[in-house]
Structure formats: structure tokens, C-alpha cells
């Protein structure tokens, strides 16, 4: 094995270890669990960018001109925002599926490893270190946001069975004659503008449920709320956006300094004007009461599947001026 | 008149709605997700031949083949650019700061109350004082008899939409200004010849075409990695002088304000056509370009030059077989013989063999020569697209990242006990500015109630 290898196989353990510890942080919230998962996210994602620096010195090749290359800063970048995220907002009940995502990227990535390629002269260029970096950014900015939309379903959905199950109505009920279920504070802000789930407000089906011994509703409790989590998506998409939408124009203005047009209606490119128009779509709608929660996370997620189309897709399977698999 | 009015109210209120730029938009990604599986502007043969026949003749009589410049396609971004405009007149530009208004403070969701004690003149400008000192934009105003403290912040933020929309619209205006005063082309030079462009006045001339390949040694076999690709021209503009210019890919060559662009390349083939033994009238006397063809003599066949193979390996079936290796090593031609409309065969004939095609016809490969192919375009509208592009980002950025927000402030009490009641709303949402609202409260709380000072105790002596 060498040292190239190694790194990535340091790279890969780690992510799985912090798969491990943030899926135990996310069902059990045990701090320790996070405590583990935090240091070898750390590991993985700087290890990563290490054997990328480390392809460039020895070959003196830009590592992001093959699908290999590009997997492996896609995996390291997901799982960097993700860590900027997590510590900004205190965050980390994502990480599981975010460094189970990264870590299944970068095993994939190594199958279409062949070893220290030159560029093709349609890739050297100056652009290659901006375009490539700012385009896979956003890819890995989308992730993040499908991690976080991914969790979204599963709170809101738990909670519309936990609120058909019955037990709601009649706690409330119960609650109504009793002490309240739930003090006001200050600045408890979003209560008057928190999701209903089948005619109940968020809070009063978690605590009813939990009140209940509800084991599923005492672990849904523990989850940020939806409102929480649909902003949170929110602002990773705000960073993916602008990423993407700078990617295409420096994508177009590099076609332009190449073959003299900005848009040659190149499969990559209309693929990722695809994304671009979904992820547009659902920053226009998330301005719209109804249209946010649970509608504008189903068009996250199928954003991020929309991703995964320009990616890998239209790399793999369509033929085209971005065919730069190996 | 009226109804002429009635109408107009209605399309700009359709237009300038989000959801109908939403279901455009979705038309939009739908036909663009069309153009990315189907293939694009192929010969109508391609999709019979390629395609499930049902899904072919689908294909064809949609236009699917050119979805990106069929009229549903061109259409859907006319009514998307108009509901932009709309929107933009209608909504956005009209969308200024809210008026100063009295609320009811404790029916908006971000609401918090907290208890001051101090003289009123103290307890008004301490908490004026608090929102001055975090940038806030604060202004007063008698309402109801009541005194009502504003805050504003980012106000200007509002018009972060009305700016992406700016830059939309300079960058249409610089992709017009192409259509309107550019041109765009492509021309093809032998190595040795010279070519005009008659829309530019150049005139450009080939000295060379070099290629450069490396047989790379990977996992799965030997790649030839191809490295460069360079034209060394002599060019010359209207001004008629000649000068040595080298071209590359990503490197384009400015000649009178317009680019040319290093686009592909390829080998061109001389063949001998002879019948009886004698060069075949009619036949082609120059060098062919691939795709290239011409009638055999008074027979029904025709023969096209279909590719330039470089390196010619033999089978250990002892057949002809087409290397990886592109250079030409081993160089030959395949030619396609076609009886009609009807393809006969392709046949691969190395450099220097004749081929027998019967009644007295062959066919001789005798010689290739490289050739460029070169892009070129006049646009006049690339500042114009730069400026649209920096606009829309800074547009974007301005809407995602800044938060217009509005606090509004009441004080009441009387005595020496005040009550500062607090609403928070933003332009998206509640949610968004749970805590920075929350520390906002937070610091008012103890901003105007500071904690009484410790008191100066002596030290005590034992």
C-alpha cells in the first residue's frame, strides 16, 4: 500500500467511525458519542485534503481533472461544511448520514482511481482551480443540506403517526383541566407560527407522546424542532446557491476563454442549470408560509437527487464535453 | 377601456405571482432534463436506429431532438423573463419599508416584555441607547398617544431581489447585444494553407498542427492521454500584415476584436481513384476531410471517407484492427462504400494499399495531412454579461445572507416600573430570527437593569 492509499484508508475509517458515533449521538444523544464522532470527522476530512495536497506535490498534476479526484474533494468538502455547520449551530445530529455519505462517496471515487493522469488541454487552465473547487462545493453544500432535510421527514413524519395514534387528544383534553403541559418564556417566538401536524402544534405532540413513556416520541423530542431544522436547510442551501450559480458562470466564462461560447447546451451544463432551476425554486417558495416545511424538504432531498444526476450521471452515462470520468 | 384595464390587472397579478414563476420554472427544468437524456440535434437516422421506434417518432415529431431551441423551449423563457419583469415592477420595487404603525405586540410571534425601573426619560433613552449602540436604525414616533420606538436593520437588504433581477436583465441585454452586433463561426485549415474570414477581414494560415499524446500506464491498460494541441498560424487583419501566432486550447488569439478559439483537428486523406488503371474522372483530386464522399464513376456506389485511424495493429486472426494508439505509427483510412442510400461495408486500408472495388475501380490512401479546426466570434456584449453576472451574485448574496428585520418598541409603566415591550419581524420569517431575538432580549434585559454595583467594603482588620 502506498502513502497515497493509506491516506485514504485513514480517511475512510475515520469517516466510518464518526458515522458510528454520530448515528449513537443521534438515537441516544449521549454526549460521549458526540465527543467521539467530533475528532474523527476532524481526522477524516483534514487526512483527505492532505492526500490531495499530497497527489499535487508528488505529481505535480491538479488532483480535480478526473471523477476520483472530484469524489474525494466532494466527500472532504461535505464533510467540512457539515463541521462548520455543527459548530456554529450546535448541529451535529446530521452527522451520521453526512459522514455516511462522504465515506461512500470517497469508496466509489476509488474505483474510478487510475493513478496520475495529465490533464487533458481542455483542462488546463487556470479555471480548473476555481470552477472545479466552487462547482463541487456546492455539490457538497447540497449534501449537507439533504442531510439535514432527510431529518426533517423523519421528525415530521414520526410525529403525524405519533399525532394519529390518538393518545394526543386525549392528553390534550386531560391538559386542558390540568396545569399547562407547556410554561412560556420569553421570546418562545415561533409558537404561534410552529408546523401543525394533523391539527396539532409540534410541541404539544412531542411532550403529550413523551408525557405517555412514548420511547419514540421521548427520542423525537430530543430532536431540534421542524422549524429549526427547515431553517437550517434553509441557510445550507443559501450557501450551495450561490456556489452553483458562480460555478456555472465560471464554468461559462472558462467555455468562453475554451471554444469561444459561454453555453454550448452540453449535457453537464443543462444537467446543472437543472439543479440550479430546482434549488431556485425552492428558495422562491420557502418566501411562501405554506410551501415551507415539509413541501420545500421533499424539494430538497429531490435536489440533491438532482445532484447526484449531474454528477455522476451525466459524467458516467451521457457523453458530452464534461466525459472526464478517468 | 375597462376591460382593457381589468385584463392588464390580471396579467400582471399572474405574472407577478411566485407560484406561477414556480410552475414555469418547472417547465423549465422539465424540458431542460428532456435536453440532457435525450440526445441533441443528432441526424434524424441517429434516433431510429438508436431508439425504441415509438419513443424515435416521439422524439422526432416533438422536436425533442432541438428541444433548446424550439419554440416551446424559447417560449418558456420569454414568459419566465416577462414574469420576471413583472414581478419586479410589481412587487419588488413597490416593496419598500413598511410604514411606522402601532401593533399589537403580543400578537406576533417574536414578542418578549421586559421590567425596567428607573425615571421614564432614563428608562427611553437607555433603551434607545441599547439598539443605537448594535447598529440598529431607530426612530420615534407619537401614535395613539403612545410613544413607539422603531429599530430597523438591513433595511436596504430589501432590495437585494430587485438586484439578482438587475443582473438577470444585464446579462440578457449582453447576450442580445451578441445576437445583435457579434458573429461566430468556424473554419477549417490545412497544414500549408491559407484561409479569409470574410466577416472579420482576417486571413489566417497554417504552418503546422502539432499534437502531443503520452501513453500513460494506468490500472486498466495503457491510456493515451492526449497533452496538446497547437496551431502555429501566421495571421494577419485588415490591415493585410502577416505576424506568427501560436493557438491553443484556452488560449485564444485576439485579431480585430475578435477571438479565435483552437476548436479540434483532424487528418485529412488524398486518395487515388483509378478505373481501368487510369485516375477515375470526377473523382476528388484534393485532400478529404472526415465525412467527406464522392460518386464512384457511372456506378450507383459512392465512397465516404468515414476516419483517420494512426495506428493499424494486426489481429492474431491475422484482420486489421484499428490501436489505441492515436498517432499516426501505422497510419490508414476507413472507408465507407455505400449502393445508394444503402451502406455495403466499411473496409479499413492502410496508408499505400489499393482496394479492389470491382469492375475495374481501386482506391488508394496516399498521403494524410493535418488539419485545424478553428472557432471564431465577435461578441461585443462580454462586459456587459460580466457585469450582469457580478450584479446577479451580489443580488443573491444580499438576499441570503442579510436579514431585514424591524423591532418594534413600546414602553409603558408608570412610577419608577416600566414594561418594554418588544415584536420582531423580518422578511423571512419568524423562525429565522428566533435567537438572535432571543439575544436581543437577552441584552436589553441586562443593558437597561445593570446589576447593582458590590459594596465598597473595608477590609476587616482582626
Known sequence: MNTDQSFIVVAISAYIMSTLAFLIYLLSRERWAKLVGIPFAILGCVVQFVELGYRYETSHIWPLTNLYGSLSLFSAMSVAIFIAFAFKYDFWFIGGFVEALAAGFLAYGLTWDEGYLPAVPALQSYWIKIHVPLVVSSYAAFLVAFATALLFLIKYYGERWLARSGTVRSLRAAAATGPSLSSVTVATAALGDQPVVRGYRESEIIEAAAARGDRFALWLATLPSLAKLDIMTYRIIAIGLPLITVGIITGAWWAKEAWGAYWQWDPKETAALFSWIVYASYMHLHTRNAWRGVRCAWLSAFGFLTIIFCYLGVNIWISGLHSYKM | ?462
Open chain 2, 1 to 462: 377601456m375597462a376591460a382593457l384595464e381589468e385584463l392588464w390587472t390580471e396579467f400582471t397579478g399572474l405574472f407577478s405571482n411566485i407560484l406561477f414563476a414556480v410552475s414555469l420554472f418547472a417547465v423549465w427544468g422539465l424540458l431542460t432534463l428532456i435536453g440532457v437524456i435525450v440526445d441533441q440535434g443528432k441526424d434524424p437516422s441517429f434516433y431510429v436506429d438508436n431508439y425504441a421506434p415509438a419513443l424515435a417518432r416521439l422524439v422526432l415529431r416533438l422536436d425533442l431532438n432541438n428541444i433548446y431551441h424550439s419554440t416551446a423551449y424559447v417560449g418558456i423563457i420569454g414568459l419566465i423573463l416577462t414574469s420576471l419583469a413583472v414581478c419586479t415592477f410589481k412587487r419588488v420595487i413597490p416593496a419598500r419599508l413598511p410604514p411606522l404603525r402601532a401593533v399589537k405586540i403580543e400578537r406576533i410571534p417574536l414578542n418578549a416584555t421586559v421590567h425596567v425601573h428607573g425615571e421614564e426619560s432614563d428608562v427611553r433613552a437607555r433603551v434607545e441607547s441599547f439598539f443605537r449602540d448594535r447598529g440598529w436604525s431607530v426612530r420615534k414616533r407619537e401614535l395613539g398617544g403612545v410613544e413607539w420606538t422603531f429599530a430597523d436593520r438591513h433595511n436596504w437588504a430589501r432590495r437585494g431581489v430587485l438586484v439578482a433581477h438587475v443582473g438577470f436583465v444585464i446579462i440578457a441585454a449582453g447576450t442580445t447585444l451578441y445576437w445583435w452586433k457579434g458573429f461566430s463561426g468556424q473554419t477549417v485549415v490545412l497544414s500549408g494553407q491559407t484561409v479569409s474570414v470574410a466577416r472579420s477581414g482576417a486571413a489566417l494560415h497554417l504552418d503546422h498542427f502539432g499534437y502531443q499524446f503520452e501513453p500513460i500506464h494506468t490500472k486498466t491498460g495503457i491510456v493515451y492521454q492526449p497533452i496538446d494541441y497547437v496551431s502555429n498560424l501566421h495571421v494577419a487583419g485588415r490591415d493585410g500584415v502577416f505576424s506568427a501566432q501560436t493557438l491553443r486550447v484556452n488560449a485564444p488569439i485576439d485579431i480585430d476584436d475578435t477571438l479565435y478559439y483552437q476548436d479540434s483537428y483532424g487528418f485529412a486523406a488524398a486518395l487515388a481513384v483509378t478505373k481501368d488503371g487510369h485516375p477515375l474522372a470526377g473523382a476528388p483530386t484534393g485532400p478529404l476531410e472526415e465525412g467527406d464522399g464522392f460518386a464512384l464513376g457511372e456506378t450507383q456506389r459512392s465512397i465516404q471517407y468515414a476516419r483517420f485511424v494512426g495506428t493499424i495493429v494486426h489481429e492474431p486472426s491475422g484482420d486489421l484492427g484499428i490501436g489505441a494508439d492515436p498517432r499516426p505509427n501505422n497510419p490508414g483510412v476507413v472507408l465507407t462504400i455505400f449502393d445508394g442510400d444503402d451502406v455495403l461495408g466499411s473496409v479499413l486500408v492502410p496508408l499505400g494499399k489499393t482496394l479492389d472495388l470491382g469492375d475495374g475501380y481501386t482506391i488508394t490512401p496516399r498521403s494524410f495531412t493535418p488539419f485545424s479546426v478553428i472557432e471564431y466570434r465577435h461578441d461585443p456584449g462580454i462586459p456587459l454579461v460580466g457585469i450582469g453576472a457580478f450584479v446577479l451574485l451580489a443580488g443573491l448574496c444580499i438576499s441570503f445572507y442579510l436579514l431585514p428585520a424591524r423591532l418594534y418598541v413600546r414602553i409603558e409603566g408608570a412610577g419608577r416600573a416600566w414594561d418594554v415591550g418588544i415584536a420582531a419581524t423580518t422578511v423571512k420569517g419568524y423562525d429565522i430570527f428566533e435567537e438572535q431575538f432571543a439575544d436581543i432580549v437577552d441584552g436589553l434585559t441586562r443593558t437597561v437593569n445593570p446589576p447593582k454595583r458590590p459594596l465598597d467594603l473595608a477590609p476587616v482588620v482582626v
